[in-house]
């Protein structure tokens, strides 16, 4: 079956733009993670949607950063007024959800690039 | 918060040798331990996982393993093949909340000379 798509793969923007970086989980998933990878790094937590609620935004750098999820299914990463620290590569994941730890499948990621 | 540092950065093997990396974790609640393969262009991939109540856990050619009192883990990779080669991130589910919030090492961009 399908898996975790995000676009667009590649993002150019200037700096002072606001981008939209989509995520489409695997249908049926109810726990979506978008996670951050600046160059050389480990990936970075921004936040965890249940269904359509966030319980955990702590990750979110700042609030130039935010993300919806609508229908339970796609969700959308917003950041405005983009910065030169904000490249990086985003990533989005999603699991089954639940109560216990679940294995998370990661899509191909968002290379955003701000000039 | 949980913190998890990742050595080595970099590794080169030779084909048909063994590869380690370790992981050490800083939190002892810490219960759930996975391992990521990223490879260039695709999306990362879990290999491998481990709960805290168990201290060693085998698939093929690639083993975990978990020291709960030193919080460490690692992953071995047996018979390398030059398909191995990636980026492995190892990660521990954050304690204290109900769903998969992971934090994650640094990352080891694994070669695997033919």
């Known amino acids: 079956g399908a898996g975790v798509s995000q676009s667009p793969s590649n993002k150019v923007t200037e700096k002072g733009k606001d981008v939209e970086l989509r995520c489409d989980p695997i249908?049926?998933?109810?726990?979506l993670y978008w996670y951050r990878q600046s160059l050389g790094q480990g990936l970075e937590f921004l936040i965890y949607?249940?269904?359509?609620?966030?319980?955990?935004k702590s990750g979110l750098p700042s609030d130039r950063f935010s993300a919806e999820r609508t229908g339970g299914s796609v969700s959308t990463l917003t950041i405005q007024r983009t910065q030169q620290e904000d490249s990086a590569v985003y990533l989005c994941?999603?699991?089954?959800?639940?109560?216990?730890?679940?294995?998370?499948?990661f899509g191909p990621g968002t290379r955003l690039t701000v000039l | 918060g949980e913190n998890v540092e990742q050595h080595p950065s970099t590794l080169s093997v030779q084909e048909g040798d063994s590869a380690v990396i370790k992981c050490t974790y800083s939190d002892s609640a810490s219960n759930y331990f996975p391992w990521y393969k990223q490879e260039l262009g695709k999306g990362s991939q879990l290999i491998i996982d481990?709960?805290?109540?168990?201290g060693e856990k085998k698939d093929q050619r690639i083993a975990v393993t978990l020291n709960k009192t030193a919080k460490h883990f690692s992953l071995h990779i047996t018979e390398t093949q030059p398909e191995d080669s990636a980026v492995y991130f190892c990660a521990a589910k954050s304690p204290g909340t109900s769903y998969g919030k992971l934090t994650f090492g640094q990352g080891t961009i694994l070669t695997v000379h033919p």
């Open positions: 994941a999603s699991s089954p959800g639940g109560g216990t730890a679940k294995e998370q499948f």
């Open positions: 249908s049926g998933h109810t726990a």
């Open positions: 949607f249940q269904g359509n609620s966030a319980p955990d």
């Open positions: 481990i709960r805290s109540n168990v």
